[in-house]
């Protein structure tokens, strides 16, 4: 058995714009979203959605989805590990725009969508 690693931004790869200066909309959808309770330790599920402007990089899909799955174990809440998601995201990708929505399904009767945005600095 495999000790259990953190996500990190560093297991996202990249592979450069085929179409630099042009801005077109890049969406990933992954419904098979999991996490952890960090109260009850239950399982959380959702589907996060990326949609992101690439600069100069877009994002490697299968590195995306393994990242994604070293989630399973952490215990973390819906705002943490949306805004988690962008972070590391941006930090990977450094996109011109970048929308990371987790819509978590339901718990006791309440599902909970987060959104956040992340737009680069114009210098």
Do not use: W
Request: charged share 20%; proline share 7%.
């Amino acid at each position: 058995m495999t000790a259990h690693q953190a996500p990190s931004a560093e297991q996202l790869e990249t592979f450069p714009n085929p179409r630099p200066g042009r801005d077109f909309v890049i969406e990933i959808v992954c419904p098979e979203f999991t996490s952890l309770c960090p109260l009850t330790g239950q399982p959380d599920f959702g589907t996060i959605t990326f949609r992101y402007t690439p600069a100069q990089l877009c994002v490697e899909l299968k590195s995306l989805k393994l990242y994604l799955q070293r989630f399973r174990n952490e215990g973390i809440f819906y705002e943490a590990v949306t805004n988690r998601l962008l972070d590391d995201f941006v930090q990977a990708c450094q996109p011109l725009r970048c929308t990371v929505i987790g819509a978590f399904s339901a718990r006791g009767g309440i599902t909970t969508t987060v959104t956040c945005t992340h737009e680069a600095s114009k210098s």
